[in-house]
Each structure stands twice: as structure tokens, then as C-alpha cells.
Nanobody, 122 residues
Framework: QVQMVESGGGLVQAGGSLRLSCAASGRSFDTYCVGWFRQAPGKEREFVASLAWGYITSYDDSVKGRFTISRDVAQNTVFLQMDSLKLEDTAVYYC????????????????WGQGTQVTVSS
């Protein structure tokens, strides 16, 4: 069993930066692949980024070059550095973990955090 808690969300102006954190607990968390998703009002939850086995990254085209996913294995923490934020990045952001190497589907992840709100203003 894995528990995940996100933090670091907030209100930021367009062009600004935020760093989201996801603290995880549970045995052998370092063996899990991790990802970030987001959900805007009235929309489905969508893939943002993933990190498999500590070094294989994948990003949605909408965030490529602006967002960076990373993890601190010793601290059981996953990060999402978000730079050059845009209005359309406004959403609730969720971290997730998967035992295998997941794709970009919500259904491929086994554990989820409760989400943290990111609001980008003009």
C-alpha cells in the first residue's frame, strides 16, 4: 500500500513558476514508477508527466520544455517543477504511482494523492 500527499500548489501569475511535491509512504516506493496528472473544471483528468525507474521521462506536448519531473528516492518524494506557467495550466494536480511501467492512461496507475490546486492568473 502506498499513500501519497501533494503540496506546493497555489496562485501564480502567468509566466511564473511553481514546484509541486508529492510525499509518499509505503514499502518499496522506490520500485514504483510515478506520474503527474491534472484535471481542470469540467474536463477529464489528463496526463502531464511520468518518470519510470528513475530516469525514463515522458511529457505531454503541452508541457514539454516547461515542466520537469524528478524524484528524491531517499526522501520518498516526487517533484514537478513548473516554469513559464500559462493560464491553461490551471487545474488540480495529482501525483500517482504504478508498479509496472505505465503509459499515459489514468487506469494504468495504482495509487493517487488527493490533489493540489494550481491557479495561473493573467
Amino acid at each position: 500500500q502506498v499513500q501519497m500527499v501533494e503540496s506546493g500548489g497555489g496562485l501564480v501569475q502567468a509566466g511564473g513558476s511553481l514546484r509541486l511535491s508529492c510525499a509518499a509512504s509505503g514499502r518499496s516506493f522506490d520500485t514504483y514508477c510515478v506520474g503527474w496528472f491534472r484535471q481542470a473544471p469540467g474536463k477529464e483528468r489528463e496526463f502531464v508527466a511520468s518518470l519510470a525507474w528513475g530516469y525514463i521521462t515522458s511529457y505531454d506536448d503541452s508541457v514539454k520544455g516547461r515542466f520537469t519531473i524528478s524524484r528524491d528516492v531517499a526522501q520518498n518524494t516526487v517533484f514537478l517543477q513548473m516554469d513559464s506557467l500559462k493560464l491553461e495550466d490551471t487545474a488540480v494536480y495529482y501525483c500517482a504511482a504504478a508498479l509496472g511501467r505505465p503509459g499515459r492512461s489514468v487506469d494504468e496507475y495504482d495509487y493517487w494523492g488527493q490533489g493540489t490546486q494550481v491557479t495561473v492568473s493573467s
